[in-house]
């Protein structure tokens, strides 16, 4: 059974992932992604690889667990948490653990195999955000789970095994050092100014300019200020809004619109790189609706993360982000939007 | 000229490194390791490629810059920040900068540009550790500078781009948000308990045992119980200590020789892969000698870090650290001591 054990020092959780458990040897090299070519359990006919389905985007009068799928959410064969039982906290000493309770799901975004940021529409990106959004949904009607993390590994050095279009949802039953770290500093900016920090952000970054990738009406797409990673692209909406998973179906329509365009121009400024990108939402087990804004983060993988900053939690980045905005932003449409 | 840039939300810093700017085409690719073969700018006989050396290891009567070393310390041609001036704090709107101040030093472990975890030697270990203590009190000395991160990485995969045997030293102007968390952690403990959370843990692992690599009369190698990564090791010494650059002979002289069999240890059993360690030592513009206390961090590079990583700060660690410590234990005295 996989753990969740606690840093006895710093507020940080770790699934200890017996399931997925490594000999030395099977860990000496990365493992190679799934190239084309080789065997698929995410494709169209291979359905019965991946366990029951548990929503789906499909032809009218197709049978789950089939063919005839535009979009399918199944639970993770190999899951890193166990979605049975109730969570149990367990003293060992100074230490503290848990059973590791949670729910790991796979998004698998299309039935092409070969579909990259280049050829997925903005069709795809509202089946994928709704298709998000139902699993949260679901989730938070479970009171055992406080967060739900989604969050998408493109590319093998971003840390993808298959290379079926996919993201990932882990829902956790407490809400992580990262989620923490950012409601508080959201909260104590609120005590200080009255305001939602992120909602100051987007007016700065809308007054300023220099630092907008891409926008619509409804989101902003910006490089941030303390960009860590060159080409680091934070999307937002305008107006704040605490929780993804209210989005009304304007918003999803907008959101979409906009992860098409930003990722496309990503993927033209940078030569289809890896990346990942992870959705930023509110815990369900906490009213954050005053101070709390949600985003999405977007990390294309170019330069490795090294002692420094795994000693210091420093970062060091080459590429200002002004400079970097600039780059997405002269992306002309003719390259996104063309065949 | 390189700024520090604070991230508005969480207390986080990143170093937008403007003399190491990349345009997008030069991050597409991961530049390689200078092979051997190429040409090395640490090897002997190439001193005037460097800075002038600000620490040495050498024969006597051999001038500085020129061969007859064994170790040098040299300062970073392309460093990440610059050691001239005051530090500015600098508003922007919502945000926060500071010009970029610091010291950025390369520590040259040996001459053999060929030298690795196997064959370098605890006198090797020795002469790498009296330079970190000399160059940290030296900076220790400079009132604008309030932490020094002094750390490894080994292999194209763990961040390295010269093979020469090296190691890295960044000092800072602010205590950073790693530190932060381990001293607020540490103290929050002391206050509670009125003990060092760090002895604690040296007490409970040598009582329960199943989680130590290595150890020696004066230090404990040992997989912390909530480890993010396969085999990552802590080392630590068994008597309180705050300050690393405190450390007297006989620590300099126990530390060498545990540094030397484990990470040949961990050579040994991953098949010398690659590493990053981190050595965690108190800032200097703060007391807290009652609550914290040295150790290095050493992360085998063995698995990617990616979405679920950046997104939460949960970490996801296939192998338990008692399987980790029980592979390390096995290792033969035979395999790390012989020729």
């Known amino acids: ?20 458990s490594k000999r030395p040897f099977d860990l000496g090299i990365h493992k190679s992604l799934i190239r084309s070519g080789g065997f698929c359990p995410l494709c169209p006919g ?23 799928w535009r979009l399918r959410v199944v639970p993770n064969k190999f899951p890193a948490l166990i979605s049975t039982g109730e969570l149990r906290r367990i003293s060992e000493g100074i230490y503290e653990r848990m059973n590791g309770l949670g729910v790991h799901e796979i998004i698998i975004e299309t039935a092409d195999h070969h579909a990259d940021a280049l050829s997925l529409s903005a069709a795809d990106y509202r089946d994928i955000i709704i298709a998000y959004r139902q699993r949260i949904r679901a989730l938070k009607q479970d009171s055992r789970m406080h967060y739900v993390s989604v969050f998408k590994n493109y590319g093998e050095r971003a840390g993808s095994t298959l290379e079926h279009p996919h993201s990932q949802l882990i829902a956790l039953p407490v809400v992580p050092k990262r989620a923490l770290e950012e409601l508080d500093g959201a909260q104590t900016y609120f005590h200080q100014k009255g305001r939602c920090v992120f909602c100051d952000i987007v007016t700065q970054e809308q007054a300023d300019g220099r630092r907008i990738a891409d926008e619509n009406e409804h989101f902003l797409a910006f490089a941030p200020y303390a960009s860590r990673f060159p080409f680091e692209t934070c999307i937002i909406p305008k107006q704040h809004a605490a929780s993804f998973e ?27 790189p890896p990346y990942n990108y992870m959705l930023h939402s509110s815990p369900f087990s906490r009213d954050v609706s005053p101070f709390y804004h949600w985003h999405i983060e ?5 330069v490795r993360v090294a002692g420094f900053e ?30």
Chains 1, 2 share one sequence.
């Open 1 to 20: 059974m996989p753990e969740l054990r606690k840093d006895p020092i710093i507020d940080r959780w770790v699934i200890i992932a017996t399931e997925r």
């Open 46 to 68: 291979n359905e019965d690889k991946t366990p029951h389905e548990v929503f789906a985007f499909r032809e009218p009068t197709t049978p789950p667990d089939g063919p005839g």
């Open 310 to 339: 795994w000693g210091t939690g420093f970062y060091m980045n080459p590429t200002p982000p002004e400079q970097a905005a600039e780059h997405l932003r002269e992306v002309a449409d003719a390259d996104i939007h063309g065949g």
């Open 246 to 272: 209210d989005a009304d179906e304007r918003m999803v329509e907008a959101f979409a619109a906009i992860m098409n365009t930003t990722m496309k121009k990503i993927a033209v400024a940078l030569g289809n």
């Open 298 to 302: 977007i990390i294309p993988r170019l």
